[in-house]
């Protein structure tokens, strides 16, 4: 099976629950001034609704900047690029930031605020990106190809989060792969986390340069770990060589590349949570969101569990944010392109947490959240 499509078990659901209800429905969503509508699959099928449907939306990255939810997602477009392994087919070429004053308000598109045009370093494929606020200037961080076809991390700047950001002329140094995720602890350091196997190239780093062969590790040996680094102080550079993110299984030994249910692929995120820190991520092939738990923000992180069941869509994302008191899962999945999985949109739920700290997963599905 190709990378990227969507899995077997989940199209056949979705023929099985969208042939009891051939029509569709017409979804109005509120953007950029302008109301367009689009035709999507059944949405009461699903949990939570996409928070715009007149651009396709991924990886969304949330964060409360001013009392005011800013979200940086990927934007999605159809390239008419083949799918392949590599994830060729997600050809993203710039970035919108949306925003809104509350859950469930609604959402501005604050319009294109980068353009791979105006990225003298990158030649294709913008993919997941997060954002940073301090000292009042608002950092893009955002993984792209570089001329050589090697994805990179890049930085962008700005003096409001709504953009537009003017991108450094070269990508941070010694980065590599996809999927930057930024942290501010309590103390105000600022961590890098990032990392994607397959077509985020994570695994053709492994001997610490770039090698355009693949080389995974056997099942039984350790899976490849996602990357950390703190930042320097004027946020444009790693202040140390990056460190590997160790995700343990309940006996303290390094989850396996075989145990694919539970071991990193892409798409992290760090967020704290009385005092513990909470690493998460997509296991890729599988399908979940994950998380593990860890006392330091560089871990060793302990493997608790699933925190998002697998979405309609090969890929997974997210980021968790607290907005007045709540904690708030933002995902993403392609109801709106029924089931395309490089035409997502990006939506919002509330995360529960358990007594004992660890988080009730969410099924994307009807109104079934349920603890685990
Ligand atoms: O959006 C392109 C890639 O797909 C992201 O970088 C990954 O996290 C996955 O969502």
């Not at 969503?29 to 949990?47: H, I, M, N, P, W």
């Not at 990392?195 to 985020?200: E, H, T």
Request: hydrophobic share 35%.
């Amino acid at each position: 099976m190709h990378r990227y499509t969507t899995p077997i078990v989940l199209t056949f659901a979705w023929m099985l629950l969208g042939c009891e209800r051939e029509n569709t429905e017409t979804l109005t969503e509120q953007a950029a001034g302008t109301r367009t509508e689009v035709e999507a699959a059944d949405a009461s099928l699903f949990l939570a609704q996409p928070l715009v449907s007149h651009i396709y939306t991924a990886d969304p990255s949330a964060h409360v900047f001013n009392g005011r939810i800013y979200i940086y997602p990927s934007h999605d477009v159809d390239a008419g690029i083949p799918r392949d392994d590599l994830g060729s087919h997600f050809a993203m070429r710039d970035y919108h930031v949306l925003s809104m004053d509350k859950i469930g308000g609604g959402v501005v598109d604050h319009g294109v605020v980068l353009d791979i045009e105006n990225v003298p370093w990158a030649s294709r494929q913008m993919w997941a990106p997060d954002a940073a606020e301090k000292d009042g200037k608002y950092f893009l961080y955002f993984p792209a190809k570089d001329k050589q076809d090697i994805f990179r991390i890049g930085v962008a700047v700005s003096d409001v989060p709504n953009g537009p950001f003017q991108a450094q002329n070269k990508p941070i140094q010694g980065s590599f792969s996809t999927d930057p995720a930024v942290f501010k602890d309590t103390d105000g350091t600022y961590y890098m986390y990032w990392g994607g196997l397959w077509g985020g190239q994570l695994q053709r780093w492994t001997s610490g340069e770039y090698k355009p062969e693949d080389s995974y590790p056997a099942n039984d040996a350790p899976a490849l770990t996602p990357k950390v680094a703190r930042l320097s102080d004027d946020m444009l550079s790693y202040a140390e060589k990056p460190r590997d993110v160790l995700i343990n299984d309940e006996n303290g030994r390094p989850l396996l590349a075989g145990d694919r249910s539970r071991s990193f692929f892409e798409a992290s995120w760090m967020h704290k949570y009385n005092g513990k820190y909470y690493f998460s991520y997509s296991t890729g092939d599988t399908h979940f969101v994950a998380y593990a738990l860890g006392d330091s923000p560089y871990g060793p992180f302990t493997y608790v569990g699933k925190l998002l069941e697998p979405v309609l869509g090969w890929t997974t994302q997210h980021s968790i944010v607290e907005i007045d008191g709540r904690w708030h899962l933002f995902y993403h999945d392609s109801q709106l392109s029924s089931g395309e999985t490089h035409l997502r949109n990006v939506k919002v739920t509330e995360l529960k947490y358990n007594e004992d700290g660890t988080i009730q997963t969410v099924d994307a599905y009807w109104e079934s959240s349920s603890g685990s």
